[in-house]
């Protein structure tokens, strides 16, 4: 069974850094792309960033520069160092895992960002 457990999330002020984690867990034979996802109350969840297994990196425009999305391919873990953090950046943040086998997307509990003075 496919797990992804998140760390990093918590309160900040704006202009402060938080890191967020994922790992993932089970038996995973191979994984296409990681990444994360964000969904603000009366808001779609969104796209903010992911890593393919290669190391290719996509972000969503409002995080671009103050984002970096990592990956450790060995450990199956996502990283995404948030740095410049907005008001606007709240939201509950979730892992997200596309994985070959055992095939399917896989999705971590969220962890909360407030970003907030």
């Known amino acids: 069974q496919v797990q992804l457990v998140e760390s990093g999330g918590g309160l900040v002020q704006p202009g402060g850094s938080l890191r967020l984690s994922c790992a993932a867990s089970?038996?995973?034979?191979?994984?296409?792309?990681m990444g994360w996802y964000r969904q603000a109350p009366g808001k779609q969840r969104e796209l903010v960033a992911d890593?393919?297994?290669?190391?290719?990196?996509n972000y969503v425009d409002s995080v671009k520069g103050r984002f970096t999305i990592s990956r450790d391919n060995a450990k199956n873990t996502v990283s995404l160092q948030m740095n410049s953090l907005k008001p606007e950046d709240t939201a509950v943040y979730y892992c997200?895992?596309?994985?070959?086998?055992?095939?399917?997307?896989?999705w971590g509990q969220g962890t909360q960002v407030t970003v907030s003075s």
């Open positions: 089970g038996t995973i034979f191979s994984i296409y792309a």
């Open positions: 997200n895992a596309k994985i070959g086998n055992p095939r399917g997307t896989y």
């Open positions: 890593i393919t297994s290669g190391g290719i990196t």
